[in-house]
């Protein structure tokens, strides 16, 4: 029996809301597939909360329960659903327009889609300059604004007697903005909102909205959105749980696995040339440059962070990393991601490694959001605020606090996730040493 302290971790009674900013792709198939797997029409494929399991104790214990069944997390069927978006269509509409499921499947869950209609969206063009927006929220102020998504998500909660609620990006990418004088205080951050100062983004308004109100929030999307000291500040103010940033689904998911096992074995890396074509919404809007530059500093971290070339110089310093993204439109949904990397052996000979990844981005990305959902409200349960960095698992950019540098390795990552969650349950954590199997340790 283990000696660790318990978290005291509120039980998920009642119901608990999850609201989405951007009901397109990504959030029309994470609702539709709750939806479709409550009723029994598809299995959860892609979900830690709902397919993962923990082991707790010694190999030899055989201790191993799925995760939704040793910590107290919502049931799917205590879910709803609600959002903002720049179109009107209510969730069937969006996600037939969206084609990513197929219209069998969501004509059986038709009535329960067709229920779900967008609030009016925060959007300035200026922002997302590919998106014009025609359902949107007019205000004097960005305060004004931010105060009229506070009342959003009151009414929300009323209208489907929630007891708890957690809010998801899964917008679009805003342009490329860097943290400016506006973000370094609340105070500022508010003022700001009142001045209507440009370097408050739409999503930001979101996101103060939500951490304000106690509501967590996950930030989908490369967007500083709360990744900045104004909500680190908030976050703790208002006992929040924050994180992000950018959904880790098709190509950098594939980074985080392959990197470390390149790191392992001590094989070099000279470069890695990546190239993605999408057809979707994300696709058009990372077609502006100033998008695509807020995703490419997002993509671009991961290798560095993971690889170390200041410790190894020998295998990596100076290895060339080049990331493109391509809008084609009769890919949809159904992103291609084409790598080629250039790794060194024994001697410095030269190898080659071609990855050509045939993914569907909302596919991968649906299971994030709602795991992300899941265990942020664990997380405010457990009376955790701020950054919850050991979610990093589900990013790709993940936020930390300024003087710690981001964890990318997706094996520590899981491993970062799971002992948390033992953790929470007074449980040992478990450090794979096994030398106590072993006489000669002894």
Not at 107 to 115: G, R, T, V, Y
Not at 234 to 249: N, Q, S
Not at 344 to 364: A, E, N, P, T, V
């Amino acid at each position: 029996m283990s000696n660790m302290p318990k978290v005291e971790m509120a039980p998920a009674k009642g119901r608990l809301g999850i609201l989405t900013p951007g009901m397109g792709a990504v959030a029309t198939t994470f609702i539709a597939g709750c939806i479709a797997v409550s009723k029994g029409l598809g299995k959860p494929i892609g979900s830690l909360t709902q397919m993962g399991t923990i082991r707790l104790g010694k190999r030899t214990d055989n201790n191993v329960p799925m995760i939704k069944d040793f910590v107290s997390l919502a049931g799917l069927d205590d879910l709803r659903f609600g959002g903002w978006d720049l179109f009107e269509e209510n969730a069937y509409e969006a996600a037939v327009h969206a084609g990513v499921l197929d219209k069998n499947l969501l004509d059986q869950i038709k009535p329960e889609l067709e229920a779900i209609k967008p609030m009016k969206a925060v959007f300035d063009k200026k922002y997302v300059k590919k998106l014009d927006g025609t359902y949107v929220k007019e205000a004097d102020t960005k305060w004004d604004l931010a105060q009229m998504v506070m009342d959003d998500i009151k009414q929300f909660k009323e209208d489907n007697d929630l007891d708890r609620v957690v809010m998801v990006w899964c917008g679009s990418t805003e342009i490329f903005l860097k943290p400016g004088a506006v973000h370094q205080s609340v105070a500022a951050f508010e003022e700001g909102l009142k001045n209507n100062d440009p370097d408050i983004a739409p999503s930001m308004i979101y996101a103060y909205a939500a951490v304000k109100m106690g509501v967590p929030y996950a930030n989908g999307a490369p967007n500083l959105s709360c990744d900045m000291p104004a909500f680190y500040e908030l976050a703790k103010e208002t006992g929040t749980p924050i994180c992000g940033k950018d959904f880790k689904t098709g190509q950098t998911l594939m980074k985080t696995i392959l990197a470390p096992g390149f790191k392992a074995r001590m094989l070099g890396l000279g470069g890695w040339f990546s190239t993605n074509i999408l057809g979707n919404r994300d696709g058009e809007v990372l077609d502006d440059p100033d998008s695509f530059k807020t995703k490419e500093e997002s993509k671009l971290s991961v290798l560095e962070q993971i690889l170390q070339p200041e410790v190894y110089p020998d295998l990596y310093k100076d290895f060339y990393h080049k990331v493109r993204i391509n809008y084609y439109p009769p890919r949809g949904d159904n992103k291609e991601g084409w790598d080629n990397i250039d790794i060194f052996g024994w001697l410095g000979y030269d190898m080659q490694i071609k990855i050509d990844f045939l993914c569907r981005d909302s596919i991968l990305a649906a299971p994030i959001v709602l795991d992300l959902a899941l265990f942020l409200d664990l997380a405010k349960r457990c009376n955790f605020s701020g950054i919850q960095e050991w979610l990093s698992f589900y990013f790709k950019s993940p936020t930390t606090l300024p003087e710690l540098y981001p964890e990318h390795d997706i094996f520590i990552q899981l491993m970062k996730l799971k002992n948390t969650l033992r953790y929470m349950k007074g449980e040992d954590q478990i450090t794979h040493l096994g030398a106590d199997y072993y006489e000669y340790y002894q």
